[in-house]
Nanobody, 127 residues
């Protein structure tokens, strides 16, 4: 069973930075997609950024130019560097993974495509 354990998060003022990390217990297939999602109270879960096994990335329009997704394959970790944070970035953040299945680029930020999820970590940005 694949396990994802994330760390980081916390509270920061508007304009500040935070870094999230996610440890992936195993990669069950050479083709994979690993991403970050978030859910604010009363809102649906939304995709933030995803990277695939070829290094292709996709970002939500709301975070382009501010957030950067990266991976360290040697350490089986995924990171999300978040800069220029805004109050609207406040949410519970999750990392998620999908293995094996081919997904077109349009699915990269769709939570329905991901089978494995972390426990979530809170990010709060104050104005």
């Amino acid at each position: 069973q694949v396990q994802l354990v994330e760390s980081g998060g916390g509270s920061v003022e508007s304009g500040g930075s935070l870094r999230l990390s996610c440890a992936v217990s195993e990669y069950t297939y050479s083709r994979y997609y690993i991403g970050w999602f978030r859910q604010a109270p009363g809102k649906e879960r939304e995709g933030v950024a995803t990277i695939d096994s070829n290094g292709r990335t996709k970002y939500a329009d709301s975070v382009k130019g501010r957030f950067t997704i990266s991976q360290d394959n040697a350490k089986n970790t995924l990171a999300l560097q978040m800069n220029s944070l805004k109050p609207e970035d406040t949410a519970m953040y999750y990392c998620a993974a999908a293995f094996g299945t081919y997904y077109s680029f349009g699915w990269y930020l769709d939570p329905a495509a991901f089978a494995y999820w972390s426990q979530g970590t809170q990010v709060t940005v104050s104005s």
